[in-house]
């Protein structure tokens, strides 16, 4: 088992920033891929970024690309999400998740854990 526990979510003006933070516990961190997701009200789960065990192999959704960057410490069990350049339309709950394996995914359905989330608020 692994247990996420997000933090850092919060309001923020758009052109802001903050720093998301997923702290891990339970079974070898550094031998799961980790994801972020979000959900806005009434729609689905998507997919923001996502970073392998190492850290050398990172992909972004479109929106987040240039303006989101995902890192992680295995020393300290931690997954970060640092959110440049807030929009509105980020606005939503956000996820992070765990994968067993090197490599991360696109997809929900392949990440066995998940934190709790953490709302994310962007004012125009």
């Known amino acids: 088992q692994v247990q996420l526990v997000e933090s850092g979510g919060g309001l923020v003006q758009a052109g802001g920033s903050l720093r998301l933070s997923c702290a891990a516990s339970?079974?070898?961190?550094?031998?799961?891929?980790m994801g972020w997701f979000r959900q806005a009200p009434g729609k689905e789960r998507e997919f923001v970024a996502t970073?392998?065990?190492?850290?050398?192999?990172?992909y972004y959704a479109d929106y987040a690309q240039g303006r989101f960057t995902i890192s992680r410490d295995n020393a300290k069990n931690a997954v970060y999400l640092q959110m440049n350049n807030l929009k509105p339309e980020d606005t939503a709950v956000y996820y992070c998740?765990?994968?067993?394996?090197?490599?991360?995914?696109?997809?929900?359905?392949?990440?066995?854990?998940w934190g709790q989330g953490t709302q994310v608020t962007v004012s125009s």
């Open positions: 339970g079974r070898v961190f550094s031998r799961f891929a």
């Open positions: 970073i392998s065990w190492g850290g050398d192999n990172i």
């Open positions: 998740a765990a994968m067993p394996g090197w490599r991360g995914s696109y997809y929900s359905h392949e990440y066995n854990y």
